[in-house]
Antibody
Framework: QVQLQESGPGLVKPSETLSLTCTVS????????WTWIRQPAEKGLEWIGL???????NYNPSLKSRVTMSLDTSKNQFSLKLSSVTAADTAVYFC?????????????WGQGTLVTVAS | EIVMTQSPVTLSVSPGERATLSCRAS??????LAWYQQKPGQAPRLLIY???TRATGIPPRFSGGGSGTEFTLTISSLQSEDFAIYYC???????????FGQGTNLEIK
């Protein structure tokens, strides 16, 4: 059973960089796709991007210019950096994983962490 | 970019009745479609993948259908715990990427 836990600051100032880490247990980080998804309050789900084996990435075109994702296999973690944040980036951020062998759909999710962008 | 459109936005159904939710893709996506259920304050829960395969532990009253551009999620006899928001997701196997629908709020009538 894969378990994921998001961590990082809950408050980020406008124009700064949002940084989150997802710690994975119960799975080898090299065997899955690892993804970040966010959800503003009372709104739907938005895919941010994903990182996979060898550190390759694929980002949502609408956020691509501001997103960086990476893997740290030694710590079984993957991370998200979102630069130049505004109030519109305030959301619950979820990390999730997709089993490559079965399909690219996320099947395990973290509980989510609220990030507020405010001064 | 593939756009996923769900309908209706809100669906009001009585317990014990059948609910059918729809999801349309802006271009063909074969069967690369998943359905999720989300309750307030919780992460989404995978229900269906491959358009019609139930995920582990999902009761048989949940069924998915369709292929190409038109998909449905049917809940055959609504239980109280089924009232939630449902999202469809197109997943691209290579290169991997996702597009979510905007969600359908299934509420008690």
């Amino acid at each position: 059973q894969v378990q994921l836990q998001e961590s990082g600051p809950g408050l980020v100032k406008p124009s700064e960089t949002l940084s989150l880490t997802c710690t994975v247990s119960g799975a080898s980080i090299s065997s899955y796709y690892w993804t970040w998804i966010r959800q503003p309050a009372e709104k739907g789900l938005e895919w941010i991007g994903l990182v996979y084996t060898s550190g390759r990435t694929n980002y949502n075109p609408s956020l691509k210019s501001r997103v960086t994702m990476s893997l740290d296999t030694s710590k079984n973690q993957f991370s998200l950096k979102l630069s130049s944040v505004t109030a519109a980036d305030t959301a619950v951020y979820f990390c999730a994983t997709a089993p490559i062998a079965v399909g690219a759909f996320p099947d395990s999710w973290g509980q989510g962490t609220l990030v507020t962008v405010a001064s | 970019e593939i756009v996923m459109t769900q309908s209706p936005v809100t669906l009001s159904v009585s317990p014990g009745e059948r609910a059918t939710l729809s999801c349309r893709a802006s271009q063909t996506i074969d069967s690369n479609l998943a359905w999720y259920q989300q309750k307030p304050g919780q992460a989404p829960r995978l229900l269906i993948y491959g358009a019609s395969t139930r995920a582990t532990g999902i009761p048989p009253r949940f069924s998915g259908g369709g292929s190409g551009t038109e998909f449905t999620l049917t809940i055959s006899s609504l239980q109280s715990e089924d009232f939630a928001i449902y999202y469809c997701l197109h997943y691209n196997n290579w290169p991997p990427g996702y597009s979510f629908g905007q969600g359908t709020n299934l509420e008690i009538k």
